[in-house]
């Protein structure tokens, strides 16, 4: 499965919403027997909710409009 758009509006960010999304998002390529789960997301946004839901860097690109641009991915095992 791949996520294409993760957004959480300002206002409710902190609040849980992130993490409830990906494991809906979690729980459906299971059902679809998807082997993992991959997104990409920028420096500036929500990397480390990524990284605390069990997500890892697979790559980057530096200097990606003045930032890093990072691919993630989470390996689904039962």
Do not use: W
């Amino acid at each position: 499965m791949e996520i294409h758009y993760l957004f959480v509006e300002p206002e409710y960010r902190k609040l849980g919403y992130g993490r409830a999304l990906l494991q809906e998002a979690e729980k459906l390529a299971k059902q679809k027997k998807c082997d993992f789960i991959k997104l990409d997301t920028l420096s500036f946004q929500a990397l480390d909710l990524y990284l605390k839901e069990g997500y890892r860097i697979f790559g980057t690109i530096e200097n990606a409009g003045r930032h890093t641009h990072y691919y993630l991915m989470r390996e689904l095992v039962d």
